[in-house]
């Protein structure tokens, strides 16, 4: 049975995109900037409509991969901000507030270009329930007046998936992503070459079917993998367990290991909240 309050927020949704006029979407790939990007499709025409993504080694390639196919699919005009998180002072040494320094620095450099390109009203995908976890980056979009409906009216992430199954958005069970620095404990440097070894390792272990995937790289000595508590016995076959030493000790980790635990999102934060930062 469809919930017609779910429905009816939606509806609110889109009135509230209608009155923008022109949308700019900060389009990731992931569940929320579809959805999002899909609510302004059936609120505005499709010329009033431009989908960004940031094009940066901080990305995984196959988020904007995503990105580049969804917004073809719904005809939506697309384009990549080309962005090198490392012009950041700072950045490299991977501080507790990176979340912010990049958001801040990105988005003035989304801002601008979609200035740019016409009288859009640049937007993300930020939903209500970013609000309740370590989300430094939020105070970099209210600094830059970045508007997220999805935020401001409330919808969590499980509405928004529960909605865009009901719409039949292709994304409804995708799982979630993050930027690449987030594999790499605070305070160990980080660099390009870091991110291009744990996104061709990620990707490679995503090709033997596992879907929620996270290669946390402690320095390039270990890599500690992180999957679904449900995937864990099946990554521990002898076939694919061998697949996946082999191909990161070529990637140069001299040790790889599995996460016991299972995934779970902002690992890393975990440590920061117990040392008290």
Not at 13 to 41: C, E, P, Y
Request: charged share 30%; glycine share 6%.
């Amino acid at each position: 049975m469809i919930d017609r309050t779910l429905i009816d927020k939606y509806n609110i949704l889109k009135s509230a995109l209608r009155t923008k006029k022109r949308l700019a979407i900060a389009l990731s790939g992931g569940v929320d900037s579809v959805f999002l990007l899909f609510a302004a499709k059936e609120s505005l025409p499709a010329e009033d409509i431009l989908a960004v993504t940031a094009k940066s080694v901080m990305f995984p390639s196959r988020e904007m991969k995503d990105a580049s196919e969804i917004a073809e699919k719904y005809g939506i005009t697309h384009m990549f901000c080309e962005y090198d998180p490392f012009t950041v002072e700072g950045i490299e040494q991977n501080p507790s507030d990176r979340c912010y320094m990049c958001k801040k620095a990105l988005f003035q450099k989304m801002t601008e270009f979609v200035k740019n390109e016409g009288d859009f009203v640049l937007c993300d995908g930020t939903n209500a329930d970013d609000e309740k976890s370590y989300r430094p980056g939020i105070k970099a979009l209210d600094e830059a007046r970045i508007f997220s409906p999805l935020r401001e009216y409330g919808f969590t992430k499980d509405e928004i998936r529960k909605l865009s199954k009901i719409l039949e958005i292709p994304t409804w069970d995708k799982p979630s992503c993050a930027c690449l620095a987030t594999r790499v404990p605070y305070g160990e440097q980080i660099g390009e070459s870091l991110f291009s070894i744990i996104d061709e390792a990620e990707n490679f272990i995503i090709e033997r079917g596992f879907k929620q995937v996270r290669v946390r790289a402690h320095g390039t000595v270990f890599a500690r993998i992180e999957l679904d508590s449900a995937d864990i016995s099946k990554f521990i076959r002898a076939d694919i367990r061998f697949d996946v030493y082999e191909k990161l000790r070529s990637l140069g980790f001299a040790y790889v290991t599995l996460d016991v635990l299972g995934y779970r999102q902002g690992s890393f934060d975990e440590y920061l909240s117990r040392r008290g930062n």
